[in-house]
């Protein structure tokens, strides 16, 4: 949905709210008292859900969420109510909406950049982590774990070395591998997605390819997923595993091990068909680089090249 500018939105009168140091924000008053209902146990849910709803369609609201009173301590009540319900699962559609309702929220502060570094400095992704850690099949905890993702993968977004020094002391990157693992296909791609951005940093390279072990270990996981893509082809997922592997090769000790553990699913024509639309010019170019830097000979077909 695109969102309308704030100056179109005026029925219902407005109020301002800031604090004090940046630029004040404003929205209509229904959606302050929104705000304000999320401290309230009996009106929260309706606030969670409405809030939610509007949430693209003003951009301001992420600073008005952080600096009300109480705000950011609700949502976390809302998050960590569900951790008891995660082993044995007991978790209902009803109760993963609304939580997901209030990542939603989170997601929001976690991606304007006038309260991204305080979300961060808060260590608020910890709070999502147990239920990325979660391996229920059911639709309920699909859903929580996707939305979770959908938090990190606003924070990688941005591309700010902050939000990939402050994941890369967590265990963000064993619990993504894990989803890429064994997810759906929607939260694998986000998963993979978060991977690609936290490689695409300098540090994060680095880190990944500091030791043997730490790059095996996504080097398979990339592997498997390419294999399980002749099976159940995605394009938007190869993409993303494209791009990590062409940043592995990136790196020297990483471009050596890749010329013997890259699938040959990517080396001839299997994915050729998959590629072959001028919306995947891009993931062509990026595969064919990444043979390039491994020394191998590019097939001579579209697919490839």
């Given at each position: 949905m695109q969102?309308?500018?704030?100056?179109?939105?005026?029925?219902?009168?407005?109020?301002?709210?800031?604090?004090?140091?940046?630029?004040?924000?404003?929205?209509?008053?229904?959606?302050?008292?929104?705000?304000?209902?999320?401290?309230?146990?009996?009106?929260?849910?309706?606030?969670?859900?409405?809030?939610?709803?509007?949430?693209?369609?003003?951009?301001?609201?992420?600073?008005?969420?952080?600096?009300?009173?109480?705000?950011?301590?609700?949502?976390?009540?809302?998050?960590?109510?569900?951790?008891?319900?995660?082993?044995?699962?007991?978790l209902t559609t009803e109760l993963s909406n609304r939580c997901c309702n209030a990542l939603a929220l989170l997601q929001c502060v976690a991606s304007h950049p006038e309260t991204r570094s305080a979300f961060l400095n808060a260590h608020i992704p910890l709070y999502l982590y147990p239920f990325l850690n979660t391996v229920c099949t059911y639709?309920?905890?699909?859903?929580?774990?996707?939305?979770?993702?959908?938090?990190?993968?606003?924070?990688?977004?941005?591309?700010?070395?902050?939000?990939?020094?402050?994941?890369?002391?967590?265990?963000?990157?064993?619990?993504?591998?894990?989803?890429?693992?064994?997810?759906?296909?929607?939260?694998?791609?986000?998963?993979?997605?978060i991977i690609q951005k936290i490689l695409l940093d300098d540090q994060g390279l680095a880190y990944i390819c500091h030791t043997f072990e730490r790059f095996s270990t996504v080097s398979d996981v990339l592997r498997k997923m390419v294999l399980g893509l002749v099976e159940q082809p995605s394009v938007r997922l190869l993409k993303h595993i494209c791009r990590c592997y062409l940043r592995l090769s990136e790196n020297k000790h990483a471009r050596d091990a890749l010329q013997t553990c890259i699938p040959n699913e990517l080396r001839?024509?299997?994915?050729?068909?998959?590629?072959?639309?001028?919306?995947?010019?891009?993931?062509?170019?990026w595969l064919q680089q990444l043979l390039r830097n491994i020394g191998d000979v590019p097939a001579e077909s579209e697919g490839t090249g």
């Open positions: 969102a309308p500018g704030l100056s179109s939105l005026t029925g219902g009168g407005s109020k301002t709210i800031g604090d004090g140091s940046k630029s004040k924000s404003t929205l209509p008053t229904h959606l302050y008292n929104l705000v304000h209902d999320l401290i309230d146990t009996e009106k929260r849910d309706t606030a969670l859900l409405e809030l939610s709803k509007k949430r693209e369609d003003f951009p301001d609201l992420a600073p008005i969420l952080w600096n009300s009173f109480g705000t950011i301590a609700a949502l976390l009540q809302e998050i960590v109510s569900i951790y008891p319900l995660l082993s044995p699962p007991r639709r309920q905890y699909e859903f929580l774990r996707l939305t979770s993702l959908g938090v990190i993968g606003a924070l990688v977004k941005m591309d700010d070395s902050d939000v990939i020094t402050f994941l890369l002391q967590t265990q963000i990157i064993p619990l993504c591998l894990r989803i890429m693992d064994n997810g759906s296909e929607l939260s694998k791609t986000v998963a993979t997605f001839d024509n299997t994915f050729a068909e998959d590629l072959k639309d001028e919306s995947e010019r891009l993931t062509r170019k």
